[in-house]
């Protein structure tokens, strides 16, 4: 049966909830189409910045988000490279902005769990749960998508929200530039000895970040990247060998930790395109950039992502309202993701020059306070 909507969201991750949320709240008669259990409890947490907060609290989510999360209210780096050129280590305060915190640490399947029973209360989204298994132009310029349920859906336009690997993507013909680094990240959570007080540390080391991100009590979340042979051997030791590795590369700044549920094991990698929408396709979250996990910027600029599609289609829709969303996005991203691509290859070179650099950038950063201020607002996702 056929079944005709004003736009159809592909893609069940945080970005596809958040946008079909914004857009059904904005009066469209949205489908959301993708599986309804698709993220696993693996250790990864995403911390949500205050900007994304912001966008939350705006669409009325927030308010069930903020009991499973924890606030930052320091961010601690911590130069772990064992070079000559390392800098002291340096902390940014969240009260610096007249902030209570940069932003909260969630678990990512609370959250989605959290968006899907939103998006499922919510009269004008009509959920599928299932996967789009063709993508075609209708003759009457409206776009159709064949589920693998056998369901036909029409819509003027389409959102790709499909993550890293997005058909959307392809099917809008949208160029795609990937590369990978030589490293993996090993995600878990930990119970402590110790409180957290509310501060993420990031240990900068040789093969990247060592991140410890507060959750809830006395937990917190790990982020390790490493070399992609050490994280597969870490990944099958024993609970208490890894627990060994962590409090040690921890410098034992929790205590003693012990692990709390499943690792998760993500090779990292970068994607940009060279447009995010056609005439009547836009892509949003994974299905647009992907970068590594340093500094919690990858949703966060999928969250603006769906900010910048939502006034875009405030005055305007279609392709006017695309072509509006495609620049404005151009400049964020690309600053983002070169940004992130900088600070780890920094880390890798192993070359004292580099670490030269590094250790100025860092200190200029933390000692001249309106540049200190500008990062930590860029930081915080503004
Ligand atoms: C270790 C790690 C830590 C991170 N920490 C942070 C952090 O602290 N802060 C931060 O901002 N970011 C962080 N990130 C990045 C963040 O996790 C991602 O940016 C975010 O989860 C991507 O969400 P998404 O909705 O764009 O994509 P995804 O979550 O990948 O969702 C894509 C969805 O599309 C569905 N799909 C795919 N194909 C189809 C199809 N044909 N039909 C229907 N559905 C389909 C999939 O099932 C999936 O549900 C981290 C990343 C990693 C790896």
């Known amino acids: 049966m056929l079944q005709t909507f004003d736009m159809l969201i592909i893609g069940t991750g945080p970005i596809g909830y958040v946008a079909a949320i914004g857009f059904a709240q904005a009066g469209m008669k949205v489908a959301l189409i993708g599986p ?35 606030p930052l209210s320091h961010m601690r780096i911590i130069d772990d490279t064992g070079s000559l050129f390392r800098a002291p280590p340096v902390t940014f305060k969240a009260s610096e902005l007249k902030l209570d915190a940069f932003g909260y640490n969630v678990e990512l399947p609370d959250l989605v769990a959290s968006l899907s029973t939103i998006a499922s209360g919510h009269a004008l989204i009509t959920r599928f749960d299932t996967h789009v298994s063709e993508l075609s132009s209708a003759g009457d310029g409206s776009l159709a998508a064949v589920l693998a349920s056998g369901q036909t859906l029409h819509a003027p336009i389409i959102l790709g929200a499909d993550g890293r690997k997005s058909a959307v993507r392809a099917f809008a013909g949208i160029e795609v530039k990937e590369w990978s680094y030589p490293q993996t990240a090993l995600t878990a959570v930990f119970k ?22 507060p959750l809830p009590g006395r937990r917190s979340s790990l982020v390790w990247m490493m070399d992609p042979q050490k994280a597969e051997r870490l ?32 090779p990292m990698a970068g994607l940009t395109v060279n447009r995010y929408a056609s005439e009547n396709i836009a892509l949003l979250g994974e299905a647009a950039h992907v970068f590594p996990p340093i500094g919690a910027q990858g949703l966060n600029l999928g969250f603006r992502d769906v900010s910048a599609l939502l006034e875009a289609f405030s005055s305007k829709c279609g392709p006017e309202a695309l072509a509006k969303y495609n620049a404005a996005r151009q400049a964020d991203v690309k600053l983002r993701t070169a940004a992130v691509d900088v600070m780890n290859k920094s880390l890798l070179a192993d070359y004292l020059p580099i670490d030269l650099a590094r250790s100025i950038g860092l200190l200029t950063i933390a000692s001249i306070p309106p540049l200190r201020r500008f990062m930590m607002q860029r930081g915080a996702g503004y």
Request: with cysteine; net charge negative.
């Open 235 to 266: 990944a099958n030791v024993s609970d208490k060998t890894l627990t060994q590795e962590v409090e040690k590369q921890a410098q034992f700044i929790l205590g003693t930790m012990n692990i709390d549920g499943d690792r998760g094991l993500v």
């Open 36 to 70: 309804a259990d698709s993220v696993k409890r693996d250790g990864r947490t995403v911390a949500i910045l205050d900007g994304s907060v912001q966008l939350l609290g705006r669409l009325g989510c927030w308010d069930s988000i903020h009991p499973f999360s924890a």
């Open 192 to 213: 402590h000895q110790r409180d957290h007080h509310d501060i993420s540390t990031e240990f900068h080391t040789r093969q990247g970040p060592f991140t410890l991100v």
